[in-house]
């Protein structure tokens, strides 16, 4: 089944164009990753799937489920079920994570989410990711370590579980056992009723993970698509050869 299909996408920020016309087909069940040297436009590709308006779409089609959404704004392409992981997460003072992931649940959803139910999904999710309860209390990134605050973008994905997320550089700056835990994080919540685009350098995030497609960016378009051989290709060799 599909979920995302991007059609000749041209993604221009203030008036420069960064995407030259991308093409890309997510099925449920498939796991994508994304690859380039950076400033190759990784980010700007989530970006503009996620609708942020910095990024003008000024060519191009997106879709999701079969639906045109080229022209629909972020929230309602959240309810769609499209999530998105930042690269450098913000903090947001003044507003607790617990109390935020529940917001973020009932905005998605449409439905408040039973607290004694929701409280019991958030401290399961929580221990699955070693970040403890307490968190929960805190306000959101506020003084959290890099590793926390992807941790915590994780948690995200896991209380919204949405039809197709994507990742951008979840595992950078994390030390090994934190890659592990948010590896974990993946791959429990993948399904064959879901998707992910992931954004990394390294194999080690998904190293338990059966990756579909691997897509290197290059001058604003996808240069090349093999399987999951290519990441440890470029892992050693670097993206020269591209
Ligand atoms: P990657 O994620 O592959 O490292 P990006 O998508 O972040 O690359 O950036 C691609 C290009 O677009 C870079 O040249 C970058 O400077 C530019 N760019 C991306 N986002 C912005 C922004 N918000 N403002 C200005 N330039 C941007
Ligand atoms: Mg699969
Ligand atoms: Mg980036």
């Known amino acids: 089944k599909e979920l995302l299909k991007v059609e000749n996408l041209h993604v221009s ?15 449920a069940g498939e796991v994508h990753v994304i690859m380039g040297s950076n400033g190759s436009g990784k980010s700007t590709l989530m970006n503009a799937i996620m609708a942020n308006p910095i990024y003008d779409v000024t060519e191009g089609k997106i879709y999701f489920e079969g639906e045109d959404i080229t022209d629909l704004t972020t929230d309602k392409r959240a309810k769609a079920g499209i999530f998105m992981s930042f690269q450098s997460p913000d903090a947001i003072s003044g507003v607790r994570l617990g109390d935020f992931l529940k917001q973020a649940k009932e905005e998605v959803t449409g439905k408040k989410p039973s607290i004694l139910g929701f409280n019991k999904e958030l401290k399961k999710e929580m221990e699955e990711l070693k970040l403890s309860e307490e968190y929960a209390y805190r306000y ?27 990742l951008d550089e ?61 990441m440890e290709k470029i892992e050693k060799e670097g993206y020269e050869w591209v």
Do not use: C, W
């Open 140 to 166: 959101v990134n506020v003084g959290f370590s890099g590793g926390e605050r992807k941790k915590s973008e994780i948690l995200q994905l896991k209380i919204l579980n949405p039809k197709l997320a994507m």
């Open 170 to 230: 979840t595992d950078s700056g994390l030390d090994v056992d934190a890659v592990r835990i948010v590896s974990e994080g993946i791959k429990n919540y993948l399904s064959e009723d879901n998707a992910v685009i992931v954004v990394t350098h390294h194999n080690e995030l998904l190293a338990n993970i059966d990756v579909d497609y691997v897509h290197v960016l290059k001058d604003g378009k996808i240069k090349y698509t093999s399987d999951a051989s290519l």
């Open 13 to 27: 920020v203030d008036d420069t164009e960064i995407l030259k016309g991308i093409d890309l087909k997510v099925n």
